[in-house]
């Protein structure tokens, strides 16, 4: 049997003012509260001027009564990207979905803000991310010579190669470059592009530096490239 629990009572008064009736709430209860959760996030690396996936808030009504709700905004390079709402029901939750889309490089952080001025209880979430451009995902990814770790990039002698790609993709994109010297532009190699775990075989390069460069790093978390002769 569920334990004896105190109500008491408040009046609501119709917005016409036409009538007052009584409504029971458990006693010592907020009539209005929300619950925003979790109470922060981490987007991780992000390559500037891209838009990550979404991540996902639950704001959920705790109270006793309808909450309504004024304003949800994220602050930041963060975007609150729906749904758009005007109340919470009783102990409904609604998903709120962020996105980062990094502006600046390095460390950002920010805030999503839920505005309902007459609820108590959690309406702030913390947000964070890093900006980074291609080249800073390289050492993310990288390049073994042999099965040697090389670091983004290694010289290499004249000869035909294997290049093997694996890890998960997720969406990235992976392109074999080479340049005579650290001073000449980077070369794409042409047909040696990756968008799966593949191995290409027959692979000539003259003498100078090579490396993978995520060209489009999608959401990859790790990818490893390993040059063989």
């Not at 996030?41 to 996902?56: A, I, Y």
């Not at 749904?83 to 950002?108: D, M, Q, W």
């Not at 990756?194 to 993978?212: F, H, M, S, W």
Request: contains cysteine; hydrophobic residues 40%; negative net charge.
């Amino acid at each position: 049997m569920q334990p004896y629990l105190p109500r008491e009572h408040f009046k609501v008064t119709d917005d016409d003012f036409s009538s007052v009736r009584i409504r029971d709430m458990p006693y010592g209860k907020q009539r209005e509260a929300l619950s925003l959760t979790p109470s922060g996030k981490d987007f991780g690396n992000m390559v500037l001027g891209r838009v990550s996936p979404p991540e996902t808030f639950l704001l959920t009504n705790i109270g006793y009564d309808q909450v309504l709700i004024q304003e949800i905004v994220a602050v930041g390079d963060f975007a609150f990207t729906g749904p758009e709402i005007n109340h919470v029901n009783i102990g409904e939750t609604v998903s709120l979905s962020v996105c980062y889309t990094p502006a600046v490089k390095g460390l950002v952080t920010g805030g999503l803000y839920v505005t309902a001025p007459n609820a108590l209880g959690s309406k702030f979430a913390s947000l964070t991310g890093s900006g980074v451009t291609i080249e800073d995902l390289l050492m993310q990814y990288p390049l073994l010579s042999n099965g040697k770790v090389t670091g983004p990039a290694i010289a290499i002698a004249n000869g035909v190669y294997s290049c093997a790609v694996s890890g998960t993709f997720d969406g990235a994109t992976a392109q074999l470059e080479w340049r005579p010297d650290a001073a000449t532009p980077w070369i794409s190699i042409p047909n040696i592009r990756y968008t799966e775990a593949n191995t290409i075989y027959g692979i000539p390069l003259n003498i100078g530096q090579t490396r993978i460069l995520i060209i489009d790093p999608g959401f990859s978390t790790s990818l490893t490239a390993t040059l063989m002769w």
